[in-house]
Every structure is written in structure tokens, then in C-alpha cells.
């Protein structure tokens, strides 16, 4: 059995191309950012170990006090503005990959968090949210019985 038919195909062969030609070189992050309210996106990796999430974020460039990191139970938000350093005196840019601008990004932990003792350090360009997994723990309790 066939999922398309093959003018579906070719139709999404041709919305790819026109895409490329309207976009041209930019970067996929880019063009994001073009289509977003919401500024760019940093690069942004989720691992998991045997107690924790641990996020790593590339945002070089920043200030630790230009960042804020919010965590609610199973969601993680890393908000900030990264200034522009060179703006002094250009007169025409060449190349531009470097995204600058305030930026606002929210990622979804596969379960809930001890927001409680989360932690986070900014080292070499990098910021690492350590995020320790909730406690499985159960509970027996016992039933009373009322007359």
C-alpha cells in the first residue's frame, strides 16, 4: 500500500525547492528566528543520569546575571539578552551566524524535577542546569475502618 500519491510527492519536492530559493543560505536557526516573536533559540542539549536531568546551554558571550533560569516542575525556562559586542564604527557586514538579542526558551523534562534543589553553573560559554529526578518513593498507609 502506498501512504502518498506521487503528485503529493512532487508538489512537496517543490515547496522544498522554493523554500531553499526564498531562503537562500540561512541557517535553519536563522530562519527560526525570522518567523519567531520570540528572538533566537540557543543550542541546547538534554541528558539524563541516574539522578538527574542535566541541560546544557551554549550561550557564549553572556553574563551569568543576564540570565534567568526558571524551573517548574517539569519544565525548564532559560530567558536573557545577549548584547552585540562589536557595533562601534561598522560600516558594512560581511557574514553575520551569530545570533544577538534577547531570547526566551522552554524545554520539557521527560518527568517532574526536585526544583527545590536544582542547580545551575556558567563555565566557558556554557551553562549547566542540573535538574535532580523527584523521589519515587511509596507510600503504605493503613485504612481505618469507622463504625
Same mark, same amino acid.
Given at each position: 500500500?502506498?501512504?502518498? /500519491?506521487?503528485?503529493?510527492?512532487?508538489?512537496?519536492?517543490? #515547496?522544498?525547492?522554493? #523554500?531553499?530559493?526564498?531562503?537562500?543560505?540561512?541557517?535553519?536557526?536563522?530562519?527560526?528566528?525570522?518567523? =519567531?516573536?520570540?528572538?533566537?533559540?540557543?543550542?541546547?542539549?538534554?541528558?539524563?543520569?541516574?539522578? /538527574?536531568?542535566?541541560?546544557?546551554?551554549?550561550?557564549?558571550?553572556?553574563?551569568?546575571?543576564?540570565?534567568?533560569?526558571?524551573? /517548574?516542575?517539569?519544565?525548564?525556562?532559560?530567558?536573557?539578552?545577549?548584547?552585540?559586542?562589536?557595533?562601534?564604527?561598522?560600516?558594512?557586514?560581511?557574514? #553575520?551566524?551569530?545570533?544577538?538579542?534577547?531570547? =526566551?526558551?522552554?524545554?520539557?523534562?521527560?518527568?517532574?524535577?526536585? =526544583?527545590?534543589?536544582?542547580?545551575?553553573?556558567?563555565?566557558?560559554?556554557?551553562?549547566?542546569?542540573?535538574?535532580?529526578?523527584? =523521589?519515587?518513593?511509596?507510600?503504605?498507609?493503613?485504612?481505618?475502618?469507622?463504625?
Amino acid at each position: 500500500m502506498k501512504w502518498f /500519491d506521487d503528485e503529493i510527492d512532487k508538489e512537496f519536492e517543490r #515547496m522544498r525547492r522554493r #523554500m531553499e530559493q526564498t531562503f537562500g543560505a540561512l541557517r535553519r536557526q536563522t530562519a527560526a528566528t525570522l518567523l =519567531s516573536d520570540s528572538g533566537w533559540r540557543p543550542q541546547m542539549d538534554l541528558y539524563e543520569t541516574d539522578g /538527574d536531568y542535566v541541560v546544557l546551554v551554549a550561550l557564549a558571550g553572556m553574563k551569568p546575571e543576564e540570565l534567568e533560569v526558571v524551573v /517548574d516542575r517539569d519544565t525548564l525556562r532559560i530567558s536573557g539578552n545577549r548584547c552585540r559586542p562589536l557595533s562601534q564604527g561598522i560600516i558594512k557586514v560581511h557574514q #553575520m551566524e551569530i545570533d544577538f538579542g534577547p531570547f =526566551s526558551q522552554t524545554i520539557r523534562l521527560p518527568e517532574a524535577v526536585d =526544583s527545590n534543589r536544582a542547580s545551575s553553573t556558567y563555565r566557558d560559554g556554557f551553562l549547566t542546569v542540573r535538574l535532580p529526578k523527584q =523521589s519515587k518513593v511509596t507510600a503504605t498507609i493503613s485504612v481505618t475502618v469507622e463504625e
